[in-house]
């Protein structure tokens, strides 16, 4: 399972929960919202934030396949280029 995906699942019930909870608690209307509305821009400040992360990872594992697919690349050229002298030899 991807992190993605266990993130995404992890804030669903965690904001989920809080909506659950806030709207059974015995409070006056106008606060639970207020506190529902809150912790609603909270956790999705936070899901923003591990998305970004996610983000670079990713951009990261990205740079680095690239680098290694140039490397392959060069790789395959030198045999390429080896495998043409020799069949000019034949």
Do not use: C, H
Request: aromatic residues 4%.
């Amino acid at each position: 399972m991807s992190t993605n995906k266990i993130v995404l699942g992890l804030v669903t019930a965690a904001v989920a929960g809080a909506v659950i909870g806030l709207l059974l608690a015995p409070e006056d209307s106008k606060k639970t919202f207020r506190k529902l509305k809150k912790k609603t821009n909270s956790l999705a400040g936070d899901l923003i934030a591990a998305l970004e992360k996610s983000k670079e990872k990713a951009v990261d594992a990205a740079g680095k396949l690239k680098k290694e697919g140039e490397a392959y690349a060069g790789e395959a050229g030198e045999y390429v280029d080896s495998a043409r002298e020799q069949v000019g030899n034949l």
